[in-house]
């Protein structure tokens, strides 16, 4: 125990549950991985932890009140309440893969039986990684709900591909559909005729097809039906038989013979192609194509910098939620159900006495379950606040029978609109009754960082109270401004190895996200207890130790930036260090302007 460290709140005693263990905990070296708090939850906190779960618990709270375990312990104690209901499984969304592998190792327990899924935002969909960043305006425009209506009519856009110039047409001369664009005519053969559908009407049944809201690709038996019906009306047949059984063998026999034609069936490839979401994202890359989908919705600026980002081959945390929607606009493919053939063993009795079979086991069968698993009983959304519109619908999807703890804080947000994001997070709530909590006690930071950040808070969201700090270690924020003539790297290098020397834990140093790689390479020779941090990976980790590096670049790197600076502040549980640049104006003591009172 650490009795120095005794919880105090304006000169009284602060109840604590489990004997002031958090305190004590409070002083000791921070690791890398989150500690299981559960033995010291403080009062305000267990009432989140334990609230009904039938409908949706929303908990505000600033920097360092605990959001992230009272969330994790949610979790654990919900299952423990009601194994049997949450069987269903319980997602925790976490904003970075950073948050993830930190918060992992709190309820390790959790995941034994495959109940509790913990996933970054850029890791919710199957087969995609996040592992890009867009730069603020390319996110700003990725994550509007602006960007429903563009992939509304990408998915439907991208099913014609440009043809370059003498694009030879498809029909029955040819022995392959050809490689690349939309074909503009049909020809086929049936009853010993040639048919043909030209562009217009071709364009015109495409038209018919797409009328709908289906999922495209659910809409290509549809296709097939109306070519065949077109076909067959061009062929002369209709009215051949009076007696109605005569003229339905026609017609059967008919779409017998000319949809099995290799001709017919390489032009449906080729005009009516099976799409995947990332065939549609790829198509969206073309800036011409781009315009047409966007017209109306995005202005050229945009159009330009968002099919130039889409060009890379990695994804960012944006373009995750943007192929998930695109899974709900483009369907899976339509495929036939394939016919079991016949097996003489079928006619074996006894034949499964002899072949010895593995029962799976409950873990296995609870691994594989959470595995195919796309929605879920109860959804918990740590620092919702980050959620783009986009994002919001995707975690949505994943709840859309599900109770739900949303766990935020408006001020550190770091997407440009919160009221779009509100109405999307309402969107994706329904109509599910709202709890509220909020704490409003800091355990993470001394008094002496916590009255720093405000100074920011202040600027960013003036009138907003920050959380009040529990303690007081005398050691106030250092100040360090970098020498005209000397190198930012080697003063940001000189203050971390300062810093370790002064804690036993970690020191995260947080720079703007453009400085993300070079910050790594300055910091590489300290070792593992230094961690360098974009701006926006910082949310919601915390160090013994930070260095926060030019504050005036992270507030101007984004309109939500000097929330984001207000984040990168309350990183420390025991030092503070600001390094200045000359865009930070820093006065003759170091302090920067946005500091300065």
């Given at each position: 125990?650490?009795?120095?460290?005794?919880a105090?709140?304006?000169?009284?005693?602060?109840?604590?549950?489990?004997?002031g263990a958090?305190?004590?905990?409070?002083?000791?070296?921070?690791s890398?991985t989150?500690?299981d708090?559960?033995s010291s939850?403080?009062?305000?906190?267990?009432?989140?932890?334990?609230?009904?779960?039938?409908?949706?618990?929303?908990?505000?709270?600033?920097?360092?009140?605990?959001?992230t375990?009272?969330?994790?312990?949610?979790?654990?104690?919900?299952?423990?309440q009601?194994?049997r209901?949450?069987?269903?499984?319980?997602?925790?969304v976490?904003?970075?893969?950073?948050l993830?592998?930190?918060?992992?190792?709190?309820l390790?327990?959790?995941?034994?039986?495959?109940q509790?899924a913990i996933?970054?935002?850029?890791?919710l969909?199957d087969?995609?990684?996040?592992?890009?960043?867009?730069?603020?305006?390319?996110?700003?425009?990725?994550?509007?709900?602006?960007?429903?209506h563009?992939?509304?009519?990408?998915?439907r856009?991208?099913l014609?591909?440009?043809a370059?110039?003498?694009?030879?047409?498809?029909?029955?001369?040819?022995?392959?559909?050809?490689p690349?664009g939309?074909?503009?005519?049909?020809?086929?053969?049936?009853f010993?005729?040639?048919?043909?559908?030209?562009?217009d009407?071709?364009?015109?049944?495409?038209?018919?097809?797409?009328?709908?809201?289906?999922?495209v690709?659910?809409?290509?038996?549809?296709?097939?039906?109306?070519?065949l019906?077109?076909?067959y009306?061009?062929?002369?047949?209709?009215?051949r038989?009076?007696?109605?059984?005569?003229?339905?063998?026609?017609?059967?026999s008919f779409?017998?013979?000319?949809?099995t034609?290799?001709?017919?069936?390489?032009?449906?490839?080729?005009?009516?192609?099976?799409?995947?979401?990332?065939?549609?994202?790829?198509?969206?890359?073309?800036e011409r194509?781009?315009?047409r989908?966007?017209?109306?919705?995005?202005?050229?600026?945009?159009?330009?910098?968002?099919?130039?980002s889409?060009?890379?081959k990695e994804?960012?945390?944006h373009d995750?939620a943007?192929?998930d929607?695109?899974?709900?606009?483009?369907?899976?493919?339509a495929?036939?159900?394939?016919?079991?053939e016949?097996d003489?063993?079928?006619?074996?009795?006894g034949?499964e006495?002899?072949?010895?079979?593995?029962e799976?086991?409950q873990?296995e069968r609870?691994?594989?379950?959470?595995a195919?698993?796309?929605?879920?009983?109860?959804?918990?959304?740590?620092?919702a606040?980050?959620?783009?519109p986009?994002?919001?619908?995707?975690?949505?999807?994943?709840?859309?029978h599900a109770t739900w703890t949303?766990?935020?804080d408006?001020?550190?947000?770091?997407?440009?609109?919160?009221?779009?994001?509100?109405e999307?997070?309402?969107?994706?709530?329904?109509?599910?009754?709202?709890?509220?909590?909020?704490?409003?006690?800091?355990?993470r930071n001394p008094?002496?960082?916590?009255?720093?950040a405000a100074?920011?808070?202040?600027?960013?969201m003036?009138?907003?109270?920050?959380?009040?700090?529990?303690?007081?270690?005398?050691?106030?924020?250092r100040f360090v401004?970098v020498?005209?003539?000397?190198?930012?790297a080697?003063?940001?290098r000189?203050?971390?190895?300062?810093l370790l020397?002064?804690?036993?834990g970690?020191?995260?140093?947080v720079?703007?996200?453009?400085?993300?790689?070079?910050?790594?390479?300055w910091?590489?020779?300290?070792?593992?207890?230094?961690?360098?941090?974009?701006?926006?990976?910082?949310?919601?980790l915390?160090y013994?130790?930070?260095?926060?590096?030019?504050?005036a670049?992270?507030?101007?790197?984004s309109?939500?930036?000097?929330?984001?600076?207000?984040?990168?502040l309350t990183?420390?549980?025991q030092?503070l260090?600001?390094?200045?640049?000359a865009?930070d104006l820093?006065d003759?003591?170091g302090?920067p302007?946005?500091?300065?009172?």
């Amino acid at each position: 125990m650490r009795p120095e460290l005794r919880a105090t709140l304006d000169g009284r005693e602060l109840p604590v549950i489990g004997d002031g263990a958090l305190m004590a905990a409070l002083g000791q070296a921070r690791s890398h991985t989150m500690r299981d708090i559960v033995s010291s939850i403080q009062a305000e906190q267990d009432l989140v932890i334990r609230a009904p779960a039938a409908s949706v618990t929303y908990v505000e709270g600033g920097p360092g009140t605990g959001k992230t375990a009272v969330a994790l312990h949610r979790a654990a104690y919900l299952l423990y309440q009601d194994r049997r209901r949450y069987a269903g499984g319980i997602l925790i969304v976490s904003p970075t893969p950073l948050l993830v592998s930190y918060t992992e190792g709190v309820l390790p327990s959790l995941g034994e039986e495959g109940q509790v899924a913990i996933r970054a935002v850029g890791s919710l969909v199957d087969g995609a990684e996040a592992t890009a960043y867009d730069d603020p305006a390319v996110a700003r425009i990725k994550g509007s709900s602006r960007m429903l209506h563009v992939l509304r009519k990408a998915a439907r856009g991208a099913l014609e591909t440009p043809a370059p110039r003498n694009q030879p047409e498809l029909g029955e001369e040819d022995e392959a559909p050809a490689p690349t664009g939309t074909p503009t005519r049909l020809r086929v053969v049936a009853f010993g005729r040639r048919l043909e559908l030209e562009n217009d009407e071709l364009r015109r049944i495409r038209h018919n097809v797409l009328g709908g809201t289906a999922p495209v690709n659910l809409l290509r038996p549809r296709a097939r039906r109306l070519l065949l019906d077109a076909l067959y009306a061009n062929s002369g047949a209709v009215g051949r038989h009076s007696d109605p059984e005569l003229a339905a063998e026609l017609r059967s026999s008919f779409d017998e013979d000319v949809s099995t034609e290799d001709s017919f069936l390489g032009f449906l490839d080729a005009w009516w192609p099976e799409l995947t979401p990332r065939k549609v994202l790829d198509a969206m890359a073309d800036e011409r194509r781009l315009g047409r989908w966007a017209r109306r919705i995005l202005n050229p600026g945009e159009v330009r910098r968002l099919a130039r980002s889409l060009r890379r081959k990695e994804l960012s945390v944006h373009d995750v939620a943007l192929l998930d929607e695109l899974t709900t606009l483009v369907g899976a493919p339509a495929r036939p159900k394939k016919r079991r053939e016949y097996d003489p063993l079928d006619q074996l009795t006894g034949l499964e006495e002899l072949m010895p079979v593995r029962e799976e086991t409950q873990r296995e069968r609870a691994e594989r379950l959470a595995a195919e698993r796309t929605e879920y009983a109860h959804v918990i959304v740590d620092e919702a606040q980050d959620l783009t519109p986009m994002q919001w619908r995707m975690v949505g999807r994943r709840g859309r029978h599900a109770t739900w703890t949303v766990v935020g804080d408006p001020a550190q947000s770091s997407w440009s609109d919160p009221d779009e994001a509100a109405e999307a997070r309402d969107e994706a709530l329904g109509s599910r009754p709202r709890r509220r909590f909020e704490l409003t006690v800091n355990y993470r930071n001394p008094a002496e960082i916590a009255e720093l950040a405000a100074k920011v808070l202040a600027l960013a969201m003036p009138g907003k109270e920050s959380p009040r700090a529990v303690r007081s270690t005398g050691v106030e924020p250092r100040f360090v401004a970098v020498p005209e003539k000397a190198d930012l790297a080697e003063t940001v290098r000189f203050e971390a190895r300062q810093l370790l020397e002064r804690v036993e834990g970690t020191v995260g140093v947080v720079v703007a996200m453009n400085r993300r790689a070079e910050a790594a390479r300055w910091l590489a020779e300290l070792g593992d207890r230094v961690v360098a941090l974009g701006s926006l990976e910082a949310k919601g980790l915390e160090y013994d130790a930070t260095v926060v590096v030019s504050p005036a670049e992270i507030a101007d790197e984004s309109p939500a930036g000097l929330r984001v600076l207000y984040v990168a502040l309350t990183r420390a549980t025991q030092q503070l260090t600001v390094v200045a640049g000359a865009g930070d104006l820093p006065d003759e003591a170091g302090v920067p302007d946005l500091l300065r009172d």
